[in-house]
């Protein structure tokens, strides 16, 4: 209705509002009659609005909870499974381990009784061995020491037989390699072992509910069975039980209290619709909420308010809106956003000349041509507005953006493009502003240029030159601030870039270090840094001069762009240092990139003019959090790598320890007391390794 009063011409007289509210009575009556009428015998009598309203919102409710509990049990029974699968892995390798080192003390105990034979002296039990045998070639026994040895028993080194002891068998050869004997260690398999085996892995060495078998194998000689008992799942899923109980209970409460609720306004509005119908505009719905319901009711009522007051309306609308042009600059002015800009500017000039449908189009530098950014209402029989593109110069539109003449008439007295749409008339406006008197240094956009476009007025009357005027001034002022919006968006970008190479700038290194480091910590994922020097950087700028090597620093970090992930976001940390942040990154994924970075700078020689220049660079890699807990532990790590790569020769890539390195000097770093500013400020010195402080937007270093 909003719309429609203010689209309405002001020579809309009062007969057409006694129209509006007969049509209005009209169907609102047939809506209640039809409400009215009885069921036809054996017709199934509709379930009310509050029943289906409770059983819907039971059935939303209690379904998911239904589903989440039996999800969360079976994931919980999965889970305690799966972790008792992983202590029974962890059990296999500890007592494998234990196996494999009672099978050591055991060869030790063997060989040290084959050397005290060799010297005609009686061997004694060793540590970890029960029963020692020497034996001569012939299977002789010569010496012993403990029990008697078991007859079968299994070896340590695989083979064997029986699982009631294992041990070792060392044979004892003279100096020419003939065979003189044998020296054997054995340990039973008693509940001592067992107990001690358990004990290294944490679980128990025999049947249970959860099993593994071990089979023998080297430094393994026995077949064991370990096994574990997943935790209890009891307590879980009687809470299970308990909060989908509560959740059905709160669910009933609440199903009822919502339909009672939602109903019950209905009524009252379905009551003052009757009124209205029975021609009584002073109707009112008595109970409005905050809801959606209560929003019904409200409308309801404005809307009769409206019709009271409708040919009022239309005489004041045009007024009122001129009133706001003023209001309205002020707030096209005030915003950074361009789709706010475009909308509001055209809703605003389409309600303050009733047009149907309109367009706003802008130069896009990069195509050369006309783009519609904004569009409202459509014409019959023509294309989609928000799809027109077009060439400057070409059509009424292309003209008008090109000469900045605004124009208005009937369309066919135009030429216009095969793009454009066929309306019966128009009235269309350019959008544009001046230079800028003082332009932004390396600004990389320009004013904002094109046209503003509105299509057949409702009524009989067509475009006008109050029309006209209202829309130039619309357009001026959206001009301002589209150019406002360039020029808050190219200063942006200048205080984050480093105006030299194209990089983002040490402030910008500042703010993704952080918000990444605060990503990688919430995610529980790794984050790796590179920092890189130029070697010799110096001698560069002191054999070729500075000019040659701002173009080393600019092919550096073209290089840099040309080897990184588009995740990675690369800086200009100052002078002849860069860094690179790589996002979701282990320190053997941050030591390859460093690797073929090295290799991509060292591989081809930089051309400066007439030079062609060889160019390495010394990097270090640190990760978060193997190499500290914040951005600026972290980036130190990588700093302390760098220069252990320096120190190693430089034309190298080292990777962070935990620990600084003993006696690694870290070369002075500038003082980065105002870090804030950007780099090219002038106000903030850039400085480099080799050479200190220097001038703002000139590259030297060493």
Same mark, same amino acid.
């Given at each position: 209705?909003?719309?429609?009063?203010?689209?309405?011409?002001? /020579?809309?007289?009062?007969?057409?509002?006694?129209?509006?509210?007969?049509?209005?009575?009209?169907?609102?009556?047939?809506?209640?009659?039809?409400?009215?009428?009885?069921?036809?015998?054996?017709?199934?009598?509709?379930?009310?609005?509050?029943?289906?309203?409770?059983?819907?919102?039971?059935?939303?409710?209690?379904?998911?909870?239904?589903? !989440?509990?039996?999800?969360? /049990? =079976?994931?919980?029974?999965?889970?305690?499974?799966?972790?008792?699968?992983?202590?029974?892995?962890?059990?296999?390798?500890?007592?494998?381990?234990?196996?494999?080192?009672?099978?050591?003390?055991?060869?030790?105990?063997?060989?040290?009784?084959?050397?005290?034979?060799?010297?005609?002296?009686?061997?004694?039990?060793?540590?970890?061995?029960?029963?020692?045998?020497? !034996?001569?070639?012939?299977?002789?026994?010569?010496?012993?020491?403990?029990?008697?040895?078991?007859?079968?028993?299994?070896?340590?080194?695989?083979?064997?037989? /029986?699982?009631?002891?294992?041990?070792?068998?060392?044979?004892?050869?003279? #100096?020419?390699?003939?065979?003189?004997?044998?020296?054997?260690?054995?340990?039973?398999?008693?509940?001592?072992?067992?107990?001690?085996?358990?004990?290294?892995?944490?679980?128990?060495?025999?049947?249970?509910? =959860?099993?593994?078998?071990?089979?023998?194998?080297?430094?393994?000689?026995?077949?064991?069975?370990?096994?574990?008992?997943?935790?209890?799942?009891?307590?879980?899923?009687?809470?299970?039980?308990?909060?989908?109980?509560?959740?059905?209970?709160?669910?009933?409460?609440?199903?009822?209290?919502?339909? #009672?609720?939602?109903?019950?306004?209905?009524?009252?509005?379905?009551?003052?619709?009757?009124?209205?119908?029975?021609? &009584?505009?002073?109707?009112?719905?008595?109970?409005?909420?905050?809801?959606?319901? /209560?929003?019904?009711?409200?409308?309801?009522? #404005?809307?009769?308010?409206?019709?009271?007051?409708?040919?009022? !309306?239309?005489?004041?609308?045009?007024?009122?809106?001129?009133?706001?042009?003023?209001?309205?600059? &002020?707030?096209?002015?005030?915003?950074?956003?361009?789709?706010?800009?475009?909308?509001?500017?055209?809703?605003?000039?389409?309600?303050?000349?009733?047009?149907?449908?309109?367009?706003?189009?802008?130069? &896009?530098?990069?195509?050369?041509?006309?783009?519609?950014?904004?569009?409202?209402?459509?014409?019959?029989?023509?294309?989609?507005?928000?799809? =027109?593109?077009?060439?400057?110069?070409?059509?009424?539109?292309?003209?008008?953006?090109?000469?900045?003449?605004?124009?208005?008439?009937?369309?066919?007295?135009?030429?216009?493009?095969?793009?454009?749409?066929?309306?019966?008339?128009?009235?269309?406006?350019?959008?544009?502003?001046?230079?800028?008197?003082?332009?932004?240094?390396?600004?990389?956009?320009?004013?904002?240029?094109?046209?503003?476009?509105?299509?057949?007025?409702?009524?009989?009357?067509?475009?006008?030159?109050?029309?006209?005027?209202t829309l130039t001034t619309f357009a001026a002022q959206a001009a301002i601030a589209l150019d406002n919006v360039r020029l808050h968006e190219e200063a942006q970008r200048l205080s984050l870039t480093d105006s030299l190479t194209g990089l983002f700038n040490y402030r910008y290194l500042r703010e993704s270090l952080r918000r990444e480091l605060e990503r990688a910590a919430r995610f529980g994922r790794t984050l790796a840094i590179v920092a890189l020097?130029?070697?010799?950087?110096?001698?560069?700028?002191?054999?070729?001069?500075?000019?040659?090597?701002?173009?080393?620093?600019?092919?550096?970090?073209?290089? =840099?762009?040309?080897?990184?992930?588009?995740?990675?976001?690369?800086?200009?940390?100052?002078?002849?240092?860069?860094?690179?942040?790589?996002?979701?990154?282990?320190?053997?994924g941050g030591s390859a990139l460093a690797r073929r970075l090295a290799a991509e700078v060292r591989g081809t020689p930089v051309r400066a003019r007439e030079h062609m220049i060889n160019v390495t660079v010394s990097i270090g890699v640190a990760v978060y959090p193997e190499h500290g807990a914040t951005g600026s532990a972290v980036l130190e790590a990588a700093d302390i790598a760098l220069y252990a790569a320096k120190a190693a020769g430089r034309d190298a890539c080292r990777t962070a320890d935990a620990r600084r390195p003993p006696g690694l000097a870290i070369p002075a770093r500038r003082p980065e007391v105002a870090p804030a500013a950007p780099v090219g400020d002038p106000s903030v010195p850039v400085t480099g390794v080799s050479r200190g402080v220097q001038p703002a937007q000139r590259v030297l270093g060493g």
């Amino acid at each position: 209705m909003a719309d429609l009063v203010g689209a309405t011409p002001d /020579g809309l007289k009062s007969d057409t509002t006694f129209l509006t509210v007969r049509l209005l009575n009209i169907t609102l009556c047939d809506s209640i009659e039809r409400g009215r009428q009885p069921h036809a015998p054996g017709e199934e009598r509709t379930v009310t609005l509050r029943a289906r309203l409770t059983v819907t919102f039971l059935g939303v409710v209690l379904g998911p909870v239904l589903l !989440a509990a039996v999800f969360v /049990g =079976i994931t919980a029974t999965e889970l305690a499974r799966d972790r008792a699968d992983d202590r029974l892995a962890a059990a296999a390798s500890a007592v494998r381990a234990e196996l494999a080192a009672r099978c050591d003390r055991l060869q030790s105990a063997a060989t040290t009784a084959a050397l005290l034979a060799a010297e005609g002296r009686t061997p004694v039990v060793a540590s970890g061995a029960t029963s020692v045998v020497v !034996a001569d070639a012939y299977g002789g026994v010569t010496a012993s020491a403990g029990p008697p040895a078991p007859t079968t028993w299994a070896d340590c080194a695989g083979g064997g037989t /029986g699982d009631g002891a294992f041990g070792v068998r060392v044979e004892r050869r003279d #100096r020419d390699g003939a065979l003189l004997g044998y020296a054997q260690a054995t340990a039973p398999v008693d509940g001592a072992l067992l107990q001690a085996l358990a004990a290294a892995g944490g679980v128990t060495v025999g049947p249970g509910e =959860i099993e593994r078998r071990l089979e023998p194998g080297e430094g393994q000689p026995l077949t064991l069975v370990i096994s574990t008992t997943p935790a209890p799942l009891d307590r879980l899923y009687g809470l299970l039980g308990l909060v989908v109980a509560v959740a059905a209970l709160v669910a009933l409460a609440a199903g009822w209290w919502l339909a #009672r609720s939602t109903t019950r306004p209905l009524a009252d509005l379905a009551h003052a619709a009757e009124r209205v119908a029975a021609g &009584d505009l002073n109707a009112r719905v008595l109970h409005v909420g905050p809801d959606e319901v /209560g929003r019904l009711g409200a409308t309801f009522n #404005r809307m009769t308010q409206e019709m009271r007051g409708y040919v009022r !309306a239309l005489t004041a609308s045009r007024d009122q809106l001129r009133n706001h042009l003023a209001l309205l600059g &002020d707030t096209l002015s005030g915003t950074h956003d361009l789709a706010r800009i475009l909308h509001v500017t055209l809703h605003t000039a389409r309600s303050a000349t009733g047009a149907q449908a309109g367009v706003v189009m802008l130069f &896009d530098p990069t195509s050369g041509l006309l783009v519609a950014q904004c569009s409202v209402g459509a014409v019959p029989g023509s294309p989609s507005l928000a799809g =027109i593109t077009l060439a400057p110069g070409v059509g009424m539109l292309g003209t008008v953006a090109e000469s900045g003449v605004p124009a208005h008439g009937r369309l066919a007295d135009f030429a216009v493009a095969p793009d454009e749409p066929r309306a019966t008339t128009f009235v269309a406006v350019p959008v544009a502003v001046p230079e800028p008197v003082t332009p932004l240094e390396d600004s990389a956009t320009e004013p904002a240029r094109g046209v503003l476009a509105l299509y057949d007025r409702v009524g009989p009357d067509g475009f006008d030159e109050t029309d006209v005027s209202t829309l130039t001034t619309f357009a001026a002022q959206a001009a301002i601030a589209l150019d406002n919006v360039r020029l808050h968006e190219e200063a942006q970008r200048l205080s984050l870039t480093d105006s030299l190479t194209g990089l983002f700038n040490y402030r910008y290194l500042r703010e993704s270090l952080r918000r990444e480091l605060e990503r990688a910590a919430r995610f529980g994922r790794t984050l790796a840094i590179v920092a890189l020097d130029l070697d010799h950087f110096k001698d560069v700028n002191d054999t070729y001069g500075h000019a040659a090597g701002d173009l080393v620093l600019v092919e550096i970090a073209r290089r =840099i762009r040309s080897v990184t992930r588009e995740v990675d976001v690369a800086f200009r940390r100052g002078g002849e240092e860069f860094v690179v942040l790589l996002p979701e990154t282990d320190a053997a994924g941050g030591s390859a990139l460093a690797r073929r970075l090295a290799a991509e700078v060292r591989g081809t020689p930089v051309r400066a003019r007439e030079h062609m220049i060889n160019v390495t660079v010394s990097i270090g890699v640190a990760v978060y959090p193997e190499h500290g807990a914040t951005g600026s532990a972290v980036l130190e790590a990588a700093d302390i790598a760098l220069y252990a790569a320096k120190a190693a020769g430089r034309d190298a890539c080292r990777t962070a320890d935990a620990r600084r390195p003993p006696g690694l000097a870290i070369p002075a770093r500038r003082p980065e007391v105002a870090p804030a500013a950007p780099v090219g400020d002038p106000s903030v010195p850039v400085t480099g390794v080799s050479r200190g402080v220097q001038p703002a937007q000139r590259v030297l270093g060493g």
